[in-house]
């Protein structure tokens, strides 16, 4: 079972699954600058939370995400949300078609560099990727990801050169680590660890250092 399979972690936040819940989505979207019925692909969408809410707001929106069992719950759920079972890493979405791609806690754990190259293929030229994730504040050496299901734990330096190497400029970049604290102080009373969250040990747990939150927004 993956980590977002887990069904404790849908009950987190209304289902959202991740820091800050739609607060920290519309603050996104306030830095994106987006136009009116822009075209929005949420990347990692989970139950379609985000992409429903995009709906709502005008957006033309659609959703992908690995799980299966996400994805048949959010047709349930928001039955008139166009939301499909895909890989991030090969999405199943034809060349320059959207405007943005917003992925909230999910680009951490995915192969980055190949989600990069299949955004960047989606996104229409000047394309938008809006980003909410974990960024690492201090980091004494590589941490050990090897046993954890999260793939990348980058400083902001490295979140800035990554996305680069992917021809995506970082336009803006938001610290909300205090959002972070709070999530993750649920996690721990409901569960005892965060260990569970990153679906790792203990050990590996420590090895990541300091957690921050971030909203980001980058540019082809």
């Known amino acids: 079972m993956g980590l977002y399979d887990n069904p404790g972690w849908a009950g987190l936040l209304g289902g959202m699954m991740r820091p ?3 607060d920290l989505t519309d603050r996104l979207l306030q830095l994106a600058m987006l136009a009116p019925h822009s075209r929005i692909l949420d990347l990692g969408c989970g139950l379609g939370t985000t992409a429903a809410h995009l709906a709502a707001l005008g957006y033309h929106s659609a959703g992908i995400d690995a799980s299966a ?10 039955p008139q949300a166009d939301l499909q079972v ?3 890493e090969s999405l199943l979405c034809e060349d320059k078609t959207f405007d943005a791609v917003i992925s909230e806690c999910s680009l951490s754990l995915m192969d980055l560099p190949a989600v990069l190259a ?7 030229p000047g394309g938008k990727l809006l980003i909410s994730d974990l960024y690492a504040l201090d980091r004494a050496d590589p941490p050990n990801l090897a046993a954890a299901e999260i793939r990348h734990f980058l400083t902001q330096e490295e979140w800035a050169e990554t996305l680069a190497f992917s021809s995506f400029s970082l336009i803006v970049w938001e610290d909300h680590t205090e959002v972070w604290k709070g999530f993750a102080a649920q996690i721990i009373w409901d569960h005892g660890s965060l260990a569970p969250f990153f679906h790792c040990s203990k050990e590996t747990l ?4 300091r957690p921050g939150y971030f909203l980001a927004v980058a540019q082809l």
């Open 20 to 22: 800050g819940g739609m």
């Open 69 to 78: 069992i996400h994805i048949e719950h959010g047709h349930v759920l928001y």
């Open 86 to 88: 895909s890989s991030g």
């Open 118 to 124: 299949s955004c960047q293929r989606v996104l229409k």
């Open 206 to 209: 420590r090895s990541l250092g």
